[in-house]
């Protein structure tokens, strides 16, 4: 399948059909050259340039890549002996987020490099490479790269890599969920304290990073922190690979530096689509709120998206013109959390169908005002500050508590009459 | 039938690569399945067998992860995302079309046993609004049309 073709220092190097390059193919383009000049450096000369370079995790909360990292035990420092972990998360199964299946498919090399410096500055001798099983694609594309490097040597001899088929659910890409998925448990979050760099994977210290922050790494090794952050607009350091769906002319994939405007995505995307206005935007994939055409010059990085009220999150935009029912939307979002739920705790379990009844309700019409109170009261009990145990429930409940406010007069109407869309 | 002996060797590695057998159940499960197409029970008895778990312990993970079957399911599996990027775009429509001319719903068999039509989200194909994932391969379709489904449906 082609696709709108790439540009960028991270992604510039994908083909336009996404054929994967072989190794001989990536060496030939500079492939795996900074792999070689990592291993000349000590590991904390690599973690002080990826914190140099403020290079934030792409998985969705913005963490510093390289702050993660300090918490790995160096060899010898811990109790007992066995492995130390690095999983690298390309779960990606966030409504309206197609970014990491690119490097997947198309990049292999470029993930395994930055995977391989990763697992040398923090200590790692076992990489494990989560995938989800519906990008068999980009699971072959990623077992032959791995293939290739270690018949070419590249891996080491004290390094393993393998790839890990995910058997679904969006809980496993929680990291803690995954590393119960991967001691062949039910992907169940485990509470933090201690964190996985503590006790991860079989009580061992283990990382989880995102595919796209690990395939930053290669290029802040090869050209520097100052060049990563100057190819960025803010304080948060380069570029990202933006997604952007939903009610544009051209839903594509973009490589722009942090800091891109949502007005400037919109408009590579060749404009809202539909009545050709903006009606609201998610930043960050379907569990971020809506922000509105008041933000559209806003400059995208994770700061400056939590401080307008939602979260940059996947930095995967999803559009809504002014044709398109909200609540619509959002009841597509409740349906899909709320399927997805792992069942440990009751108000995610319980209350994210019922909140999905009530939305899908209001949709049909069967709804009453009370029902409305119900909504507010849920989404208040999510997340961190609510009741739920993990992240899923609170990013669920995102776009409608900020819906609730921004299309009040919506959901006041489809109270009365149900959608006349 | 007893289990092959490719995937006796192969499930036999795997308890060796991932850590042990409760780590290698998983992929027990999506060997088996990647071989057989679903997950019977005589296959979890024999997962159990070699693992040295009980077949409560491999069915209570072969029932939570939802792309495990655990009953057969069509030669042709098409899982066709329901997310909203999808639905903006008109995806509603072009399920409906899918299921009136196969004659199913979601989370059911064709009886000739060629098509099993799944929902999920998402796909990851946002970009090819509204989209599938099709075949052994799980190709990437869209964006489909309710009045062009040949692409999706041979
Ligand atoms: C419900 C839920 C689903 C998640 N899914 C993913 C995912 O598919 N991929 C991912 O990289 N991170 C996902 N995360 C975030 C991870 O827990 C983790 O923060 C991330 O992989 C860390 O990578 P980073 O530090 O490189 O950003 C998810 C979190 C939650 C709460
Ligand atoms: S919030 Fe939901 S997904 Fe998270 S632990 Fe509770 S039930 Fe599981
Ligand atoms: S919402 Fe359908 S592929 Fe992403």
Same mark, same amino acid.
């Given at each position: 399948m082609t696709a709108a073709p790439l540009s960028g220092p991270l992604t510039g190097r994908a083909r336009a059909d996404r054929r994967p390059h072989s190794l001989a193919e990536w060496q030939a383009d500079g492939g795996h050259a900074a792999l070689g000049l990592?291993?000349?450096?000590? @590991?904390?000369a690599i973690v002080d340039m990826v914190a140099a370079a403020a290079l934030?995790? &792409?998985?969705?909360?913005?963490?510093?890549?390289?702050?993660?990292?300090?918490?790995? @035990?160096?060899?010898?420092?811990?109790?007992?002996?066995?492995?130390?972990?690095?999983?690298?998360?390309?779960?990606?199964?966030e409504p309206g987020a197609f970014k990491d299946r690119l490097f997947l498919?198309?990049? @292999?090399?470029?993930?395994?490099?930055?995977?391989?410096?990763?697992?040398?500055?923090? !200590?790692?001798?076992?990489?494990?490479?989560?995938? &989800?099983?519906?990008?068999?694609?980009?699971? !072959?594309?990623?077992?032959?790269?791995?293939?290739?490097?270690?018949?070419?040597?590249?891996?080491?001899?004290?390094?393993?890599?393998?790839?890990?088929?995910?058997?679904?659910?969006?809980?496993?890409?929680?990291?803690?969920?995954?590393?119960?998925?991967?001691?062949?448990?039910?992907?169940?979050?485990?509470?933090?304290?201690?964190?996985?760099a503590q006790s991860g994977l079989w009580g061992r210290p283990t990382t989880v990073n995102n595919v796209e922050t690990i395939a930053n790494i290669p290029g802040i090794v090869a050209n520097g922190p100052d060049w990563f952050r100057g190819l960025s607009r803010t304080a948060e350091g380069g570029t990202k690979l933006f997604g952007v769906s939903g009610r544009v002319h051209k839903?594509?994939?973009?490589?722009?530096?942090?800091?891109?405007?949502?007005?400037?995505?919109?408009?590579r995307c060749g404009g809202v689509s539909g009545t050709g206005e903006l009606l609201a935007f998610q930043p960050g994939g379907g569990a971020s709120g809506f922000l509105g055409p008041e933000h559209l010059d806003l400059p995208l990085d994770f700061a400056n998206v939590a401080?307008?009220?939602?979260?940059?999150?996947?930095?995967?935009?999803?559009?809504?013109?002014?044709?398109?029912c909200p609540i619509g939307v959002i009841a597509r979002h409740m349906r899909f959390y709320a399927r997805e739920s792992c069942g440990w705790c009751t108000p995610c379990r319980e209350g994210l169908p019922w909140v999905a009844h009530i939305v899908d309700g209001l949709e049909a019409g069967t709804a009453k005002t009370a029902d409305l109170d119900i909504l507010h009261m849920t989404a208040g009990e999510a997340g961190p500050r609510g009741r739920s145990f993990c992240d899923l429930m609170g990013g669920a409940m995102a776009p409608l508590a900020t819906g609730l406010h921004r299309f009040e007069r919506q959901f006041a109407d489809h109270a009365a009459h149900g959608c006349r869309a | 039938m007893s289990l092959p002996e490719p995937l006796t060797v192969m499930i036999t590695h795997a308890i060796a690569s991932h850590g042990g057998p409760r780590g290698a159940i998983l992929e027990a499960l999506r060997m088996v399945q990647h071989a057989e197409g679903w997950v019977s029970d005589e296959r979890v008895a024999d997962i159990a067998a070699l693992t040295g778990m009980t077949t409560a312990e491999i069915d209570n993970l072969a029932t939570f992860y939802s792309h495990i079957f655990r009953k057969p399911v069509g030669r042709h599996l098409v899982?066709?995302?329901d997310g909203a990027s999808c639905w903006m775009n008109g995806g509603d429509k072009v399920a409906e079309?899918?299921?009136?001319?196969?004659?199913?719903?979601?989370g059911e068999t064709t009886a000739d046993g060629r098509f099993t039509l799944l929902n999920t989200c998402c796909v990851g194909g946002c970009d090819h609004a509204p989209a599938a994932v099709t075949g052994r391969n799980r190709r990437l379709v869209g964006p489909l049309r309710a009045d062009t489904l040949d692409g999706l449906l041979t």
């Open positions: 990592a291993r000349q450096q000590p @590991p904390a934030n995790g &792409r998985g969705g909360a913005g963490f510093p890549a390289a702050q993660k990292w300090r918490f790995m @035990p160096a060899p010898g420092t811990i109790p007992g002996d066995g492995p130390s972990y690095l999983i690298v998360n390309g779960d990606e199964m498919e198309a990049l @292999p090399h470029l993930v395994i490099e930055g995977a391989m410096i990763a697992a040398h500055a923090m !200590h790692a001798s076992e990489i494990i490479i989560l995938v &989800r099983d519906a990008y068999r694609i980009g699971i !072959h594309a990623m077992e032959q790269a791995i293939a290739e490097v270690d018949a070419a040597g590249l891996t080491g001899r004290n390094l393993k890599i393998r790839v890990h088929a995910s058997a679904g659910r969006y809980i496993v890409g929680e990291e803690t969920a995954l590393i119960e998925a991967l001691e062949g448990k039910r992907a169940v979050p485990r509470k933090r304290p201690p964190f996985p839903p594509q994939l973009i490589e722009a530096p942090m800091g891109t405007t949502a007005r400037e995505l919109i408009d401080d307008a009220g939602s979260m940059f999150g996947t930095g995967t935009l999803i559009v809504l013109d002014t044709g398109t | 899982m066709f995302c079309a899918v299921k009136a001319r196969l004659g199913i719903g979601f």
